[in-house]
Nanobody, 121 residues
Framework: QVQPVESGGGVVQPGGSLRLSCVASRSIFSIDSMGWYRQAPGQQRELVAEVTSGGSTNYADSVNGRFTISRDGAENTVYLQMNGLKPEDTAVYLC???????????????WGQGTQVTVSS
């Protein structure tokens, strides 16, 4: 099973915080990058944040300064700490892992099923 598994979504009031987790399978050769995307109803999927195996990070302008992505390479896990949540952050948050399943494989993207984040008073 290579599909990443997300957890940590829920309902929170504006200004609140949530921490999302995503675990990729340990039965893989290597991970190039792990990231979080989100998709609100009627909207296109958009990048929230990503981190490479080298530790470089990239954030959407809309979350920069409020969200922090981090990675535990030993556990093939990525986290998204979300602070100062706003109603417009409401969406399904999906984890994407770009990885090689075995030596000699080409890098491919694997998506989780998503976790709902709702920001509402």
């Amino acid at each position: 099973q290579v599909q990443p598994v997300e957890s940590g979504g829920g309902v929170v009031q504006p200004g609140g915080s949530l921490r999302l987790s995503c675990v990729a399978s340990r039965s893989i050769f290597s991970i190039d990058s792990m990231g979080w995307y989100r998709q609100a109803p009627g909207q296109q999927r958009e990048l929230v944040a990503e981190v490479t195996s080298g530790g470089s990070t990239n954030y959407a302008d809309s979350v920069n300064g409020r969200f922090t992505i981090s990675r535990d390479g030993a556990e093939n896990t990525v986290y998204l700490q979300m602070n100062g949540l706003k109603p417009e952050d409401t969406a399904v948050y999906l984890c994407k892992c770009r990885l090689k399943r075995y030596f000699g494989d080409t890098s491919k993207d694997y998506w989780g099923q998503g976790t709902q984040v709702t920001v509402s008073s």
